[in-house]
């Protein structure tokens, strides 16, 4: 497939996706579908559970909830195109919509870091004001938390777009990657993309490296706290704290390598990419949720009750 020269506005863009053999693509292929089919069953299962079980409606099972939608959203958004590249060479992407796939990609990542920060303020305030926890996460507070994170996911990816929208790409039109993200579209524009690149790296990496070290430092502080004050469940509770640390290292590390640099493209990229658009929300269900016991328990209770309303059908 040809691309387009520097002389023709381009209207659409080539994925170059990954060059390998056909046989280490289909098994590629394979690999990423099931881990697509378990991001969707375990984020869904979670998700399911905690809107049908009234014994979970608590603040941290709300965020939780809303944190597996996001994971849902995130992979039906990014695995697709993933999937699909994977069964040919290179993959033909019209430019609106390669806008919208970045719109829909960092809105719904954007929220889904918001999400993580309140999850682990809410986290804090469980531990450190036990006796006041419910009265500060109430119903209104969760819901403006939710409701803030979104808008905040919204605002980030409207800016990006916005900042990318005005530009003219002149080619050539292929971007070395499995789908459109902002570090090479912008390098197919035909203007000096200086400025720019600055005020994404600020509104992207910046706003990732920000948030990633109050949550290292928000766990940091949960787990000074567990050990000196929790005697019963200590060991898990601090397995859980580590586990969510490092869940939290995987989801940030590779998304502030990409965008909290100036936009010169590296192989690695890509890899970086696989990480926190296909791994990550494969990841989140076990590392936050599927570990509680309660949530056990209300998954079985949702299990019994499909089985017992299936057999009086």
Not at 49 to 76: C, G, H, R
Not at 171 to 200: I, R, S, W
Not at 264 to 284: C, G
Not at 289 to 310: P, Q, Y
Request: positive net charge; contains cysteine.
């Amino acid at each position: 497939m040809e691309t387009q020269n520097v002389t023709n506005p381009v209207t659409e863009f080539v994925l170059l996706g990954f060059n390998y053999s056909l046989k280490i693509q289909q098994f590629l292929f394979m690999v990423f579908f099931l881990v697509y089919l378990m991001t969707f069953l375990g984020n869904f299962t979670i998700f399911t559970t905690v809107i049908t079980d009234y014994q979970l409606y608590t603040p941290m099972y709300f965020f939780l909830a809303n944190l597996a939608f996001t994971d849902i959203t995130q992979s039906s958004v990014n695995t697709p195109v993933l999937l699909s590249g994977l069964f040919s060479q290179h993959k033909t992407v019209p430019l609106r919509e390669c806008i919208l796939h970045m719109f829909l990609f960092h809105f719904i990542g954007g929220a889904h870091i918001f999400l993580l920060a309140v999850t682990a303020a809410d986290r804090y305030v469980a531990i450190h004001k036990p006796l006041q926890y419910l009265t500060i996460m109430n119903h209104e507070v969760c819901v403006v938390l939710v409701a803030g994170s979104w808008a905040g996911g919204f605002i980030h990816s409207a800016t990006q777009i916005a900042l990318l929208l005005p530009l003219s790409y002149c080619g050539p039109n292929t971007l070395d990657n499995f789908h459109c993200d902002v570090p090479q579209v912008l390098k197919v524009a035909c203007t000096d993309t200086y400025l720019t690149e600055l005020l994404m790296v600020s509104n992207g990496g910046l706003l990732l490296i920000v948030i990633f070290f109050l949550l290292l430092i928000s766990h940091t502080v949960i787990l000074v706290k567990i050990g000196r004050q929790v005697t019963q469940g200590k060991h898990k509770a601090l397995s859980t704290c580590i586990a969510q640390i490092m869940a939290i290292s995987i989801t940030f590390i590779p998304g502030i390598f990409i965008y909290a640099r100036p936009f010169k493209t590296l192989e690695l990229d890509k890899v970086a990419s696989i990480f926190f658009t296909v791994l990550v929300p494969v990841l989140n269900p076990m590392v936050y949720t599927l570990r509680n016991i309660e949530m056990k328990k209300a998954i079985r209770r949702l299990v019994s009750r499909v089985i017992r309303d299936s057999s009086q059908v």
